[in-house]
């Protein structure tokens, strides 16, 4: 309880609010990288996974490439490419380390939603004489925008955890106080860094999960809800015939 006391009093100390390494100067670097590998994530893998779920070929492929990229080992690949591209690229290795953290589950979530759409709704819109391009943009991306958020929302967390490391290659963000405080013994500080990175991830992970719900189309934002309601009310129709 202690070590949380002092890791709050680190966090709230005026000096880690001013110079060169201000908790605000760290959160905007951790943000940065984090937003530029998830968007340049998105510009590969959601166009990909969208083909492959409008198509249905090569799902295959997908999950196997999408399972040996969450194999890789975040630290070793951003030191190798680190190693590769030399010490005048640093920037760009942590940002390819990144983008292939996050492409699995924007891939998972680009093709999964389209796949998850009803075929009787695809069919139907196809009998109202919708072309496969209006298909494509007016009934398949609306109802799968829901899953594609979520693989937004588990791309960011990944992410915004993971790019702790790039304080290990002098990139800044969270990580520093967790990277810098572990060789000094400062376990105050390291907790504290642990906490805003934990602290990050929750308001954004709660910021998506809004944007979530939100995506589903209204109309079955009711059906869900009507759904819902009928259960209930069977369950408790059942619950009060057994009492009685």
């Known amino acids: 309880?202690?070590?949380?006391?002092?890791?709050?009093?680190?966090?709230?100390?005026?000096?880690?609010?001013?110079?060169?390494?201000?908790?605000?100067?760290l959160l905007g670097e951790h943000l940065t990288l984090t937003i530029i590998s998830v968007l340049i994530a998105a510009a590969i893998a959601v166009p990909i996974?969208?083909?492959i779920g409008h198509t249905g070929k090569g799902r295959e492929i997908a999950v196997a490439v999408s399972g040996a990229a969450r194999a890789i080992p975040a630290f070793g690949l951003l030191i190798l490419l680190v190693l590769l591209l030399?010490?005048?690229?640093?920037?760009?290795?942590?940002?390819?380390?990144?983008?292939?953290?996050a492409i699995p589950s924007l891939l998972a979530g680009a093709y999964t939603g389209l796949e998850a759409i009803d075929r009787r709704?695809?069919?139907?819109?196809?009998?109202?004489?919708?072309t496969g391009w209006q298909v494509?943009?007016?009934?398949?991306?609306?109802?799968g925008l829901p899953?594609?958020?979520g693989g937004i929302r588990s791309a960011l967390l990944q992410v915004i955890a993971t790019v702790t490391i790039a304080a290990y290659v002098n990139l800044g963000g969270l990580g520093y106080p967790i990277i810098q405080g572990i060789p000094l013994q400062r376990f105050d500080q390291v907790?504290?860094?642990?906490?805003l990175v934990a602290l990050l991830a929750l308001l954004v992970d709660l910021l998506l999960a809004a944007a979530q719900h939100a995506a589903v189309p209204a109309g079955l934002r009711t059906a869900q809800s009507t759904r819902r309601r009928d259960r209930e009310s069977a369950a408790?129709?059942?619950?009060a015939a057994a009492t009685a």
Not at 3 to 24: K, M, R, S, V
């Open 1 to 25: 309880m202690n070590l949380f006391a002092d890791a709050i009093a680190w966090i709230t100390a005026p000096e880690q609010w001013t110079g060169n390494y201000a908790l605000p100067k």
């Open 49 to 51: 996974g969208w083909l």
């Open 86 to 101: 030399g010490v005048l690229r640093v920037p760009e290795a942590a940002v390819i380390t990144f983008v292939l953290l």
């Open 121 to 130: 709704v695809i069919d139907a819109a196809k009998s109202m004489g919708m």
């Open 136 to 143: 494509f943009w007016k009934v398949e991306v609306p109802l």
């Open 147 to 149: 899953l594609l958020v």
């Open 191 to 195: 907790l504290a860094g642990a906490i």
């Open 236 to 239: 408790s129709t059942a619950s």
